[in-house]
């Protein structure tokens, strides 16, 4: 596919990055991350998995799919028919919207252990509510987490006592300015998958009150790390949440808990709930949920009638027709295309296990970035929106992926022939993506 040669996308980043802060409200959406001032950045249309941008290009979308939140694809016909149906009747209201009853119901029927829920828009208010919680419920004030949780002050507040301790769970250069430093020592930090990192931390901290991990990301929490956890918790009175923000929907029909025996007393829920769109739950065990009742918490927002109605609709689909099989299916094909044209083309990579969330890690230090942002270009010229992870949804076909991996072979091509000729940074149009949390203007 040949690109215009005016990127509107690319000069409306510039604008807004004038304007607002971070030039928008989404680090995983900014160009920089995939590859700067040749990422269309703004989307016009959106289909399945087809999106258009504002110059009429049409790309493929094995990227990001809405970040995780479009885990039916794009404008899905039955969900986009039934929250236009609930907008006709009215979204606020002074009354109460009764789906969020209907959605309470259904969420307790798929996580059998709760007796309780509260709703909210984004994962990461999701979050702080059920951490809010957790320690009303504990009475101590002490997380110890792994992975990433978002951007509250609960979390940023590991970064008070060294800027280093969230780098390991997902993004580096996070900054806690602003976060106030009595926070300092609240947020504990240990290794996934680590059990002896995990018990060092509640040893030192024998007052932590709440236990946060994700359910899943890349790779899936080992049976002996959720034993230890679960054996811990329950032994001094702490709080586990499962953060399923990510991996929730994608396996099973709720959390990845589901299928590894963990006793979470809180689950999070968001991104792929509502199949686009705002939507979070936070679903616990009765007696813990009850102290949502002793501390405060409200909000406008959370009562709007489209996420309750977007939710129910999506649980539909994702349960009437297994979803999650059709994910697994297709993420491992694509994890094992990459992997046998890899093998071709002598590319070091790794594969994770996550299929749903499917992605590699390329294994060149610090080429890794500069080789990302080579693919993300060369693919682009194919008409394929490309990263090195893809959020498989509902719409992806093994069509679209066999066509996907016959483009990856022409650029695993061109990246081996650069490697070999010390060449991948003469070849970019663009500079090197980063991962980093960066101020973009001065």
Known sequence: MVLESSNSGVML?????RLIPGGNGLLSKRPDRYAPD???TYFSISSGVEVVDLDGNLFIDMAQMGIGTAILGYANTELTEAVVSAARKGVNCTLNAPEEVYLAERLLELNPFAGGVKFARSGGEAMAMAVRIARATSGRSKVAFSGYHGWMDWYLAANLETKNNLSQHLLPGLTPL???????GSAIPFTYNDVDDFKKAISEHPDIGVI?????????PNIDFLSEITKIAK???IVVISDEITSGWRMTDGGVYKLNGFEPDIVVYAKALGGGYAISAVVGRKEVMDFAQETFISSTMWTERIG????LKTIDILTANKVWEHLIEIGTKIGDGWKRLADSHGI???ITEFKPLISFKLKYGDENNQIMTLFTQEMLKRGYLAASSIYVSM???VDIVDRYLQSVDEVFAIIRKAIDAENVKNLLETAPRSDAFVRLTK
Do not use: M, Q, T
């Not at 946060?212 to 899936?220: H, S």
């Open 348 to 350: 070091d990579l790794e």
């Open 235 to 237: 032994k001094n009175g």
């Open 178 to 184: 602003g976060i106030p430093v009595g926070l300092a």
């Open 308 to 311: 309750f109605v977007a939710a």
């Open 38 to 40: 040749i990422w269309p």
């Open 212 to 220: 946060c991990i994700e359910g899943a990301r890349y790779d899936f």
């Open 395 to 397: 719409a992806h076909s």
């Open 13 to 17: 980043w510039h604008e807004s990055a």
